[in-house]
Nanobody, 115 residues
Framework: QVQLVESGGGLVQTGGSLRLSCAVS????????MAWYRQAPGKQRELVAT???????KYADSVKGRFTISRDNAKNTVYLQMNSLKPEDTAVYYC?????????WGQGTQVTVSS
């Protein structure tokens, strides 16, 4: 089992920054991929960024150049640094982990960007 707890969401103005954190506990050695997803009201959940166990990253086109996913293995934490935020970034952000056998989700953290 893997447990994921997100934090760091909040209200920010357009152009501002936030850093989301995802604390990972449990059978962390089973995880081969970590990701951030988001879901805006009335929309489907979408993939924002991924990071592998060796640090390779990928991003959705909509956040490239603005968001950075990273991990601190010593702290068992994954981060999502979000800069130059736009109103369309408003969503609930979810941390996710893939062990190959199954996926795990956090409870989500709200990010609201005011115009």
């Amino acid at each position: 089992q893997v447990q994921l707890v997100e934090s760091g969401g909040g209200l920010v103005q357009t152009g501002g920054s936030l850093r989301l954190s995802c604390a990972v506990s449990g059978n962390i050695f089973s995880i081969n991929l970590m990701a951030w997803y988001r879901q805006a009201p009335g929309k489907q959940r979408e993939l924002v960024a991924t990071i592998t166990s060796i640090g390779n990253t990928k991003y959705a086109d909509s956040v490239k150049g603005r968001f950075t996913i990273s991990r601190d293995n010593a702290k068992n934490t994954v981060y999502l640094q979000m800069n130059s935020l736009k109103p369309e970034d408003t969503a609930v952000y979810y941390c996710a982990a893939d062990s190959g056998a199954r996926g795990y989700w956090g409870q989500g953290t709200q990010v609201t960007v005011s115009s």
